[in-house]
């Protein structure tokens, strides 16, 4: 391995690589490949093979295939065979009939068009597994120019996938993540109906599947993405900012008049410097620090430091990993430091508080019973009378609109804008608050059931599990189509926003993606070690600058 890196470097040095030329065997303890440069374009050839071939000596230091896999990488222009030119990738992988393997790439021209010149030129002498091919960037040089570091990156992606597809790697790579959580029947989450035993197979499942992530899912420590900025356009942070601190004056269902009353009288127009977005948390109390210093939000000491910067928590900072409650106080204490020092700190509902209110604690990990004191602390924390649960009752929103963008934990879709007659952003929180406002205990919801009452926590279009504003998958999973662009686009034109930025959907390999032209920003890039990666990153809007950044904090 050593001999071939400094082969390869020493060539690269002596200039003796004419990338016309390239044509050389690789062999990693997992991968061996002959490399070959299709198409040309200002040295890029070069660059790429020693970019993939650092990428296969990362990727056979994490796998250990039965079989070292074979494949013929070419460096071609891929822009001639997309279907959309604008969506440029690094690499694309095929099968031995040019057909893409991924089934996440559905925008190269099928089955490859230039398959004869590759067939021209792949070595006779092996049987190949796959194809890979580079892509030149030819169309676009300056696309090439803001990709070059994340080029290893790319590669390490591209090819995980296909190993995935091909059977090759499995578990946790090829894992859903998704909890075996056997049945999911509402009457388990109430105390007094929950089988112990099974209370304790689960938070033991929960624990487990965190431990695999932990030590199994390695792709995180190959893949290092260089920040990246996702769009120049100018941004309105203006919020609306409460001068006096408010008297709270909360009380189910008629307080939220009051409420709202105080706050008109209080509140002015204001523009402020930048917006830090950051999606689900998941019980990593130590990777949401990380990102909240990288950030420059809190100092060593946890204080707010981040002058007139706003920071949107997407929602799900529960469940699934281990710290829960210090992650909730840490969050709670410092929305009202900010407040004090100029900031603000706004968090929203994800689908996994409103499970904690509702008794489910079937992603609840045995380390965060232990923290809570059991099953009875932590529901004790989550009820009205709990920090936590005040605060997810009385404060944190479904949605928000800041300055001209719009954040909600999963997505908002117009269906959603009409839950409430008026199908608005403000009249859809009141909606869901009044719910959570008159949302008792778990002992009180069980209660109810015995009466034969079902909460409306439980079956209110709002906090629909699959379809809600805190659990659809429509917009992050669907295909980038005209048509659901155009229900995205219609809910940012029903809420007067130009943008929607949500968590909920996982990214894979930690990155910070895009559909629609930017208009949808998927943020949820597994920043949680028990949820698989363990990646740092988040988003920053400059409004001074008219920029939107994904930032990314290196290698783990
Ligand atoms: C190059 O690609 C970037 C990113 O896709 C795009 O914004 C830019 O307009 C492209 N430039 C040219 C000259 O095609
Ligand atoms: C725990 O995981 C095992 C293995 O995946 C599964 O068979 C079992 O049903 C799970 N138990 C619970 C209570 O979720
Ligand atoms: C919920 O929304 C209101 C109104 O926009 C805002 O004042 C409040 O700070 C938000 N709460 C949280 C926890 O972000
Ligand atoms: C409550 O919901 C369950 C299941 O969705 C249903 O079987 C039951 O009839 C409902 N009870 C009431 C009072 O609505
Ligand atoms: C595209 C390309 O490089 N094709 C080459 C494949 O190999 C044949 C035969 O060696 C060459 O003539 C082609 O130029």
């Known amino acids: 391995m050593k001999f071939q890196n400094i082969l390869l470097l020493t060539s690269l040095a002596l200039g003796s690589v004419i990338s016309e030329n390239i044509d050389y065997a690789y062999t990693t303890d997992d991968l061996k490949y002959n490399f070959k440069c299709l198409e040309d374009n200002k040295g890029v050839c070069k660059y790429l093979e020693k970019e993939l071939y650092e990428a296969t000596n990362g990727l056979s230091e994490i796998h250990n295939l039965e079989t070292p896999l074979k494949f013929e990488a070419f460096v071609d222009d891929l822009s001639k065979y997309r279907l959309y030119p604008s969506r440029e990738v690094v690499a694309v992988v095929l099968n031995k009939e040019f057909v893409p393997l991924s089934t996440k790439d559905k925008n190269i021209i099928s089955p490859y068009p230039n398959s004869e010149a590759i067939l021209e030129n792949v070595s006779k002498e092996n049987e190949n597994d796959f194809y890979l091919v580079l892509n030149n960037f030819k169309s676009n040089e300056s696309y090439l120019d803001s990709l070059r570091e994340d080029f290893d990156s790319s590669i390490v992606m591209e090819i995980t996938e296909e190993l995935k597809s091909l059977g090759l790697i499995g578990y946790p790579y090829g894992q859903s993540l998704f909890i075996p959580k056997g049945e999911f029947k509402k009457e388990f989450f109430f105390p007094k109906r929950r089988e112990p035993e099974r209370m304790d197979a689960t938070a033991k499942n929960v624990t487990e599947f965190c431990n695999d992530m932990v030590n199994l899912e390695k792709s995180h420590t190959l893949i290092n993405w260089e920040d990246t900025l996702i769009s120049k356009e100018s941004i309105t942070t203006k919020v609306r900012r409460a001068v006096k601190k408010l008297v709270k004056c909360y009380v189910p269902k008629k307080g939220k008049k009051n409420e709202d009353d105080e706050l008109k009288n209080n509140e002015v127009e204001n523009e402020l410097n930048r917006i830090i977005a950051v999606g689900d948390i998941h019980g990593d109390y130590e990777h949401l620090i990380a990102i909240l210093r990288h950030a420059k939000l809190i100092d060593e000491e946890n204080n707010w430091i981040g002058k007139d910067s706003i920071l949107v928590q997407v929602g799900d900072l529960n469940q699934r990993g281990n710290e829960t409650p210090k992650i909730y106080n840490t969050m709670i204490d410092l929305r009202e430091q900010a407040k004090e020092k100029g900031g603000i700190v706004y968090m929203l509902l ?51 609109v800041v300055g001209d963008s719009l954040f909600v934990h999963a997505s908002l879709t117009p269906e959603h804008l009409a839950i409430t007659e008026e199908g608005t952003v403000d009249d859809l929180n009141a909606h869901a608050r009044e719910i959570l406002l008159d949302t008792p205990s778990v002992e009180g919801l069980y209660e109810l059931y015995l009466q034969g009452v079902n909460h409306t926590v439980y079956n209110d279009p709002v906090f629909n599990p699959d379809n809600g504003p805190l659990g659809t998958r429509e917009f992050a999973n669907g295909a980038e189509t005209d048509e ?26 930690g990155k910070i993606r895009t559909k629609c032209n930017n208009k949808l920003i998927l943020i949820d890039i597994g920043i949680s070690r028990c949820i698989g990666g363990g990646y740092y990153g988040y988003l920053e809007m400059l409004t001074d600058k008219k920029e939107i950044w994904a930032r990314y904090l290196g290698g783990n």
């Open 350 to 400: 994800g689908n996994h508080e409103i499970l904690e209110i509702q008794g489910n604690h079937f992603y609840t990990s045995m380390s965060d019973y232990e923290l809570y004191g059991g099953v009875e602390g932590l529901e004790e924390a989550f009820s009205p009378e709990g920090r936590i649960g005040q605060f997810v009752r009385q404060e944190m929103n479904v949605t928000m």
């Open 484 to 509: 659901m662009c155009s229900r995205l686009e219609k809910t940012l034109e029903l809420t007067n926003t130009k943008r929607m930025i949500v968590g909920h959907t996982v990214q894979t390999y």
